[in-house]
């Protein structure tokens, strides 16, 4: 039977040993896999969310710096109509207009153009004649007259192949004479310094409808799309500005970079991924402590499975977890179960079933052990005492009387010692 149990225990200890080495591997692995999706997951959620709230602020920010940008320009218009009024009035100016005096005009039109910090000025008069303070300009008057009597006197004008914001102030001697218009061109240079001027980084350019794109043209005016920009997506917002000319219809493009904005949360992100960093390092520690709190037992149940199996009795510390524990508790009583199966099996192999007494191979073993210890001074007596009749006695009475009366008389291995002979127990 022992054997058995012994081969029983090293199936045993081997499945433990392989479960061991592959089960606590397995659950580190699972647990760090399992966090480092969770803290991917976290880190993309956190990252789409910053994401979602720079491009909801960069949205507020241009529509916020459009109206800046509108106030700007018309604040450039008014500082262009005020230098151009007083001009306008001017006794001298106005004499030379009446009289057709070109070279004082000119004049009057280039001092007014180095003044005033402009591409350019020019007057149109009633029939839609041009005199501009340079002749390599193109301007068309009568391209402006319509808008310029219903009282027009802030917009956009062509100037060559750029856009020109322009300011227009009336002359009047008394009767209206024609108007002075003063240009500056809205190329990128310009829109750079005037987009420089906003709270926040802008990219302005004023474009005509038609030159306009099929994804730009197809937007309200006001509203705010999202673009490929050459640095990633961009918010744009396209809206009008006022025109001086008939069939020149500007539109003002603006884009925010998200890439400013986000550039904003970079410590933020850098924050959560050394956050997100820790706690992976941290639950790969704890992963790997649980692990080893739950294979360590089983380790430890190996052991002991391995060194009954040679022979030594040996018992597993119970502790670790619940199931742990009870798998621990168990293993003990299996090996205190053994242990006294084996000592029932060596008692019954020296004692009678009957009586319970001591039999011969009990005798046998007793009278070698004494042999082997007798010496010169020592000897061994052995006295054989038989009853007469006791078979009879044995049928008369019975095994019951029989085993009242050897528990009574106490018979050990040097006394009474049972033999049966069929049926019956002789002395």
Known sequence: MKRSVVQALDRLRNAIDVRVRS?????????????????????L???????????????????????VFDQIIASRQRQMADAGEVVARDFG????????????????????????????????QLDGSVISSSTATTIRGTAMLSRLENGADRGVIRLGQAQALGAAVPIEMPDLAGWLIL???LGPADMTQLASLSAAPLEARVIERAQLDSHLASLEL???????GHDGPTPVRVSAIASLEDGNEPRLVMAHSLNSVLARYFS???????????????????????SRGIARPLQLLAEAARAYAGGAVAKVKVEGAI???????SFNAMVDAVEEREQQIMHASLHDALTGLPNRRFFIEKLE??????????RTFVAFIDVDDFKAINDALGSPVWRRVAAHRGANASGLLPERHGGAVRR
Do not use: C, H
């Not at 990252?47 to 710096?65: P, Q, V």
């Not at 933020?268 to 649980?290: H, K, Q, S, T, Y």
């Open 268 to 290: 933020l992100r850098l924050v959560l991924m050394l956050i997100g960093l820790f706690g992976l390092l941290a639950g790969a520690w704890a992963a790997i402590r649980l």
């Open 323 to 329: 199931e742990v524990r009870s798998l621990a508790s």
């Open 222 to 228: 006001g509203e705010i799309a999202e673009m490929e």
């Open 45 to 67: 959620a956190a990252g789409s969310g910053i994401n979602t709230f720079a491009y909801e602020t960069a949205e507020r920010e241009l529509a916020a710096n459009s109206r």
């Open 183 to 185: 240009l500056n061109t």
């Open 369 to 378: 052990r004494a042999l082997a210890r007798q010496s010169e001074s020592q």
């Open 93 to 124: 100016f106005r004499e030379a207009l009446a009289t057709g005096d070109a070279p004082t005009l000119v004049s009057a039109l280039q001092s007014l153009r180095d003044r005033a910090k402009v591409s350019e000025v020019a007057i149109v």
């Open 23 to 43: 089960l606590g591997s397995r659950i580190a692995l699972l647990y760090v896999v399992l966090l480092t999706v969770i803290v991917a997951a976290t880190l």
